[in-house]
């Protein structure tokens, strides 16, 4: 009786395989997210100044492989393709012309003048000319993709869930799914015209960020729900 439930589970299991298959879409749609927000991090990073910093010691095409290999090798271990440390990793990537444009980062290197004139020099001549690079539109990019992919890993967790319980939840999904990208693509396109107002362009950076972190809250709540 006992090998009986066993193989009585493993036809359950199978059951469960079969009807929840369409869940497999979710890590291939957050796979191809990933990529792509790497690609639009890479393209910031060949960019001034990093590219004027690098390009010095060793060819930066040399990197496109391995970043772009990350959302794969993640998805070989089971894990997310777009998970909140490779987002991070990839803003990091774009932070170059970040700071180019910090007037913290300048007050920095008036103190690095004191120990390393030459090198504070070289340093803020390469980041200085990079002051009227703008990617803003890849960092909007990569947030975007970013939030998209997190809302559909929900949803597709969420829909495993609901199977593993015996529903189904492919309806449910789909329009998750459908909503995830309606939501954040209109947040994606109203953002720039927003903060462009004058009222709201002389904001610290800091309260954009805290905006866009709510924002990310939000949506994912009322997914989740």
Do not use: H
Not at 13 to 23: F, N, P, T
Not at 61 to 85: A, C, E, M, T
Not at 158 to 170: F, I, N, T, V
């Amino acid at each position: 009786m006992r090998w009986l439930r066993f193989k009585k589970s493993d036809s359950e299991e199978k059951r469960i395989e079969i009807r929840g298959s369409y869940l497999i879409l979710g890590p291939v749609i957050n796979l191809l997210l990933a990529e792509f927000a790497s690609y639009q991090a890479l393209l910031a990073l060949s960019q001034p100044p990093i590219l004027v910093l690098v390009s010095k010691y060793f060819a930066l095409q040399l990197l496109y492989p391995v970043i772009l290999s990350i959302p794969i090798i993640l998805l070989i271990f089971r894990k997310n393709p777009f998970s909140f440390g490779l987002f991070y990793f990839l803003l990091l990537l774009s932070a170059g012309n970040l700071l180019s444009r910090s007037e913290l980062f300048y007050a920095c290197l008036d103190g690095l003048y004191l120990k390393f004139p030459e090198f504070a020099s070289y340093l803020n001549s390469v980041f200085s000319s990079a002051k009227d690079v703008n990617i803003f539109a890849l960092l909007l990019n990569i947030v975007w993709l970013f939030v998209l992919s997190q809302l559909i890993w929900i949803s597709t967790e969420k829909g495993r869930e609901m199977e593993e319980r015996g529903m189904s939840s492919k309806n449910l999904v789909a329009f998750q799914w459908g909503f995830a990208f309606i939501s954040t693509y209109l947040i994606f396109l109203l953002y720039p015209a927003v903060f462009t107002l004058n009222f709201v362009f002389e904001a610290p950076l800091v309260i954009v960020g805290i905006i866009g972190v709510g924002v990310f809250i939000a949506a994912t709540f009322l997914l989740s729900r």
